[in-house]
């Protein structure tokens, strides 16, 4: 199994300004995967982390508002920029276990203002 | 578009009743089934996962896969108030994770 460490687990924000989220695995992992899950909803999939390269974005959302950091294979960083109340959300990190699952940080609680 | 549908709920059933959930999923190339309880405020952790037809039991969890229906269930027995929570199902596809948007639980004392 795998332990992530995110942080911070919760932040309240000015919109307008910029938060980054940070995730560190005790294990080195290929792929960190961030999602979004707003009020209600399920787990959207932002994009994928990969260490060396450019993260791959999924659809509706781009790098300017959510540029991801993967400096080496344990660490990796989010961050939502020019926040608006609309990015009010959780957002977690994961890694897969393989085929048996997927291991989440313990999430960031954003609620901008 | 890989799609999972769950029914949204509520779902509210008395305690020692049988909870069951159900999904289903739209890419046939999906290989790997899971179920991920989440508490509120709380970050999803893994129930049951599932990769072959049948049922796959784990004490009071029973997952029911249905590749051919593109379906698969969980059943819930003997229901504690503690297992209401919101239960979401995810596929693995192409190496990637698909979640439906989550059935709410609630057992009733």
């Known amino acids: 199994s795998a332990v992530i460490s995110q942080k911070p687990s919760r932040d309240i924000c000015q919109r307008g300004t910029s938060l980054t989220i940070q995730c560190q695995v005790d294990?080195?992992?290929?792929?960190m995967f961030w999602y979004r899950q707003q009020p209600g909803q399920s787990l959207t999939l932002i994009a994928t982390?990969?260490?060396?390269?450019?993260?791959?974005?999924e659809s509706g959302f781009v790098i300017d508002k959510f540029p991801i950091s993967r400096p080496n294979l344990t660490f990796s960083t989010l961050t939502v920029s020019n926040m608006s109340p609309e990015d009010s959300s959780i957002y977690l990190c994961?890694?897969?276990?393989?085929?048996?699952?997927?291991?989440f940080g313990q999430g960031t609680r954003l609620t901008v203002v | 578009q890989k799609e999972v549908e769950q029914n949204s709920g509520p779902l509210s059933v008395p305690e020692g009743a049988i909870a069951s959930l159900n999904c289903t999923y739209s890419?046939?190339?999906?290989?790997?089934f899971f179920w991920y309880r989440q508490y509120s405020g709380k970050s999803p952790e893994l129930i049951m996962f599932?990769?072959?037809?049948g049922d796959k039991e784990d004490g009071r969890f029973t997952a029911q896969l249905n590749k051919a229906s593109q379906y698969v269930s969980l059943l819930i027995r003997d229901s504690q108030p503690s297992d209401s929570a919101t239960y979401l199902c995810?596929?693995?596809?192409?190496?990637?994770?698909?979640f439906g948007t989550g059935t709410s639980l609630t057992v009733i004392p």
């Open positions: 599932i990769y072959s037809n």
């Open positions: 982390a990969n260490q060396g390269s450019e993260a791959t974005y």
């Open positions: 294990s080195q992992v290929t792929m």
């Open positions: 890419d046939r190339g999906s290989q790997s």
């Open positions: 994961s890694v897969p276990g393989g085929r048996t699952e997927a291991f």
């Open positions: 995810a596929v693995l596809s192409s190496n990637q994770f698909y």
